[in-house]
T-cell receptor
């Protein structure tokens, strides 16, 4: 089976940088996604990593280390609107190519 | 706006009843996925359809069923409803199915309340 761990909650200040970690265990890793979800709304796609290294997209970056089963999402120049849950999701060959297994999410609270 | 539509937005019904949730994928997307999100729970994968065929099943209860129609819209049927079925139900779509990873685009969800 799969096991995905993320911190439950984090707090940060507007303008700061925050790193949200995700560790996973799967038998056939085939990609990792990060989604943002505001309360009561749909998740929206942020980033995708399948090879080791850093993917940068504006204020957001995502890093992957397959050997360590580890990823992080880095948010820079935090804004109040970044207060949301951040979901790490893993694609596993053993469970079907397009089945994503989601972590329970990290709730980020950005304060002024 | 992801381009995925879901109806209804809210649904309140009683235990033992049956409901149908509807999803229309983004134009051109052949894959539809259904997820359940309970309070304080992560997104739980229920089922995946590709071009009308079931492709993968998650921990979907036997009381739940789904189908994808020739026009690619999908319906999730929930029967013999229990209080614990109260949740947000999301539909997502992606371009295709297979070895290549495609991001999934989520609809706004249907909030089901069972009383």
């Amino acid at each position: 089976g799969q096991n995905i761990d993320q911190p439950t909650e984090m707090t940060a200040t507007e303008g700061a940088i925050v790193q949200i970690n995700c560790t996973y265990q799967t038998s056939g890793f085939n990609g990792l996604f990060w989604y943002q979800q505001h309360a009561g709304e749909a998740p929206t796609f942020l980033s995708y990593n399948v090879l080791d290294g850093l993917e940068e997209k504006g204020r957001f970056s995502s890093f992957l280390s397959r050997s360590k089963g580890y990823s992080y999402l880095l948010l820079k120049e935090l804004q109040m609107k970044d207060s949301a849950s951040y979901l790490c999701a893993v694609r596993d060959r053993g469970t079907g190519f397009q089945k994503l297994v989601f972590g329970t999410g990290t709730r980020l609270l950005v304060s002024p | 706006d992801s381009g995925v539509t879901q109806t209804p937005k809210h649904l309140i019904t009683a235990t033992g009843q049956r409901v149908t949730l509807r999803c229309s994928p983004r134009s051109g997307d052949l894959s539809v996925y259904w997820y359940q999100q309970s309070l304080d729970q992560g997104l739980q994968f229920l089922i995946h359809y590709y071009n009308g065929e079931e492709r993968a099943k998650g921990n979907i209860l036997e009381r739940f069923s789904a189908q994808q129609f020739p026009d690619l819209h999908s319906e999730l049927n929930l029967s013999s409803l229990e209080l614990g079925d109260s949740a947000l139900y999301f539909c997502a779509s992606s371009v295709a199915s297979g070895t290549t990873a495609y991001e999934q685009y989520f609809g706004p969800g249907t909030r089901l309340t069972v009383t």
